[in-house]
């Protein structure tokens, strides 16, 4: 099934897709052994940096044979690709789905530069998100003058034809300072107003309750990725004091475990059966 019928799908029924962002094979197969243990379907992201990283036949080969190693229902994504060139690439890759991320943009340059990619995207029948508004990056503040309109929200869908929208209603990429509070009825507002399957960027460290909310009202794909490095990091960091082992491949598992972990819990609050 293609990437924009499951979220179309999905939110006909107020669910939604996990779309995790992974980082190398350990990452990866804790992503893809969680995804199995609790029989869910899958988004795997790569940003343009694990792209860059990995190389990118390698990235799409590792994602393609394990979703088929692990019997995983899943699709590839590019995460915040910031041009229609990477977006191309990608496509080429075999990716199913596209992230076109022009939100810095002035409006009409936003349209335009996304109305190129869902026009590529076309012939290879894969689903494209673009960003509407700004979702802070880490470090940033979120202003209420950056959050999305359910007006703009629907003219940009109009005049792009794209399939997914990324929107800024109080999320933010990395951890946060303080809790958040997601702007639910603007979100109510934003979905009424746009048939487009709506996206939750920044989603690690928002309260569980936040997250079951804002599906029920509207969001089909919820990302998250710090929360997926940050532990695995930290787990390894923890292992390694006072340890002489040399042999990557006895603790990188460990590792891998609080990924699955993880990955398990946000699996059950995105899309609890």
Known sequence: MRLQDKLKTLGQNGKALLATNFYNFETLSGVLQAAKATNKSIILQLSESSIQ????????????TGLEEYGVEGWLHLDHGSSPEMAHRCLDAGFDSVMIDASEKPFEENVKITSSVVKLAEKYNANVEAELGYVAKLGQVQKVSQYTQPEEAKRFIDETGAHALAI??????????????LQLELLSAIHAATPAALV????????????RD???RGIT??????ETKN??????????QDNDEIDLRKIFPLATQSVVKLIGEKLEVVSPN
């Open 200 to 211: 939750l960027h920044g989603s690690s460290g928002i309260p569980e309750g936040q997250i």
């Open 221 to 226: 794909k919820v990302n998250l990725a710090t």
């Open 53 to 64: 990283y990995l190389g990118l036949r390698v990235a799409a080969g590792l994602a393609r």
């Open 231 to 240: 532990i695995f990091m930290k787990t390894l960091q923890q292992v390694l």
């Open 214 to 216: 804002a599906v029920k």
């Open 168 to 181: 800024a209603i109080g999320s933010a990429h990395g951890f946060y300072k303080e809790t958040p509070q």
